[in-house]
T-cell receptor, first 115, second 113 residues
Framework: KAGVTQTPRYLIKTRGQQVTLSCSPISGHRSVSWYQQTPGQGLQFLFEYFSETQRNKGNFPGRFSGRQFSNSRSEMNVSTLELGDSALYLC??????????????FGPGTRLLVL | GDSVTQMEGPVTLSEEAFLTINCTYTATGYPSLFWYVQYPGEGLQLLLKATKADDKGSNKGFEATYRKETTSFHLEKGSVQVSDSAVYFCALSDRNTGNQFYFGTGTSLTVIP
C-alpha cells in the first residue's frame, strides 16, 4: 500500500506570497492532520480533517487554512507568508476507527522557505 | 490540557550501549502513547505504541511500557547501533480530544562506532 505523499517536497517563496501544499493519504484513510515542525517550536498541530470537515484546529492564525476533498486528499494554504512560516510541514493520515487509539502515518513533508 | 514532556537531548552513545529516553505525560482521559522516529530529511515513522496501562510496545529492539501510576512511557533499547541515530518523539493521543496528537520536543540520538 502506498504511503502518505506530499507535494511539493520543497518550496521557496517570498514574504507576502501565498502557498498551497498538497497531501494524499494512505488509501482508505479518512482523517488527515497537518503539523508544522520548526527547530524552535518542535511539532505543532495545525488542523485535522475528517470526511471533508475540519474536526480539530490548533493555535495558528487565520492565514493558515485547509480543506479536504471527497477522495480524502487534503490541501493547506498559507496566505501572506511571513519569514517565521519557514518550516517543515508534515501531513499525517489515519483510519480513525477508534478515536484516541489511531496511529497516524506521516508523509515526508514539504519544506517551505520564506525569503 | 494534554502534554508530553520528553528528555532533553542531544544524546550521544557508543555502539552497543544501553539507551533510555524518558517521557512523561499529562492527559485528562485515557491516552494512547506512541514513539515516533525521524531520520534526517524524512517524515516521522511509527516506532511503537501502547494503548492501555501496563501494555508494552516493542519494535526493532526498542521497548516502552505504559505506566499509568508514574504517567510515563520511557523508550529503551539494550544495544544501540549506528543506524539508530535519529530524532525520537514521544506522543499521546487522547480520546477526549479526538485524533489530535500531542508531541514531545524530540530527543536527538547520535550513536558513534
Amino acid at each position: 500500500k502506498a504511503g502518505v505523499t506530499q507535494t511539493p517536497r520543497y518550496l521557496i517563496k517570498t514574504r507576502g506570497q501565498q502557498v498551497t501544499l498538497s497531501c494524499s493519504p494512505i488509501s482508505g484513510h479518512r482523517s488527515v492532520s497537518w503539523y508544522q515542525q520548526t527547530p524552535g517550536q518542535g511539532l505543532q498541530f495545525l488542523f485535522e480533517y475528517f470526511s471533508e470537515t475540519q474536526r480539530n484546529k490548533g493555535n495558528f492564525p487565520g492565514r493558515f487554512s485547509g480543506r479536504q476533498f471527497s477522495n480524502s486528499r487534503s490541501e493547506m494554504n498559507v496566505s501572506t507568508l511571513e519569514l517565521g512560516d519557514s518550516a517543515l510541514y508534515l501531513c499525517a493520515s489515519s483510519l480513525v476507527a477508534a478515536a484516541g487509539q489511531e496511529t497516524q502515518y506521516f508523509g515526508p513533508g514539504t519544506r517551505l522557505l520564506v525569503l | 490540557g494534554d502534554s508530553v514532556t520528553q528528555m532533553e537531548g542531544p544524546v550521544t552513545l557508543s555502539e552497543e550501549a544501553f539507551l533510555t529516553i524518558n517521557c512523561t505525560y499529562t492527559a485528562t482521559g485515557y491516552p494512547s502513547l506512541f514513539w515516533y522516529v525521524q531520520y534526517p530529511g524524512e517524515g516521522l515513522q511509527l516506532l511503537l505504541k501502547a494503548t492501555k496501562a501496563d501494555d508494552k510496545g516493542s519494535n526493532k529492539g526498542f521497548e516502552a511500557t505504559y505506566r499509568k501510576e508514574t504517567t510515563s512511557f520511557h523508550l529503551e533499547k539494550g544495544s544501540v547501533q549506528v543506524s539508530d541515530s535519529a530524532v525520537y518523539f514521544c506522543a499521546l493521543s487522547d480520546r477526549n480530544t479526538g485524533n489530535q496528537f500531542y508531541f514531545g520536543t524530540g530527543t536527538s540520538l547520535t550513536v558513534i562506532p
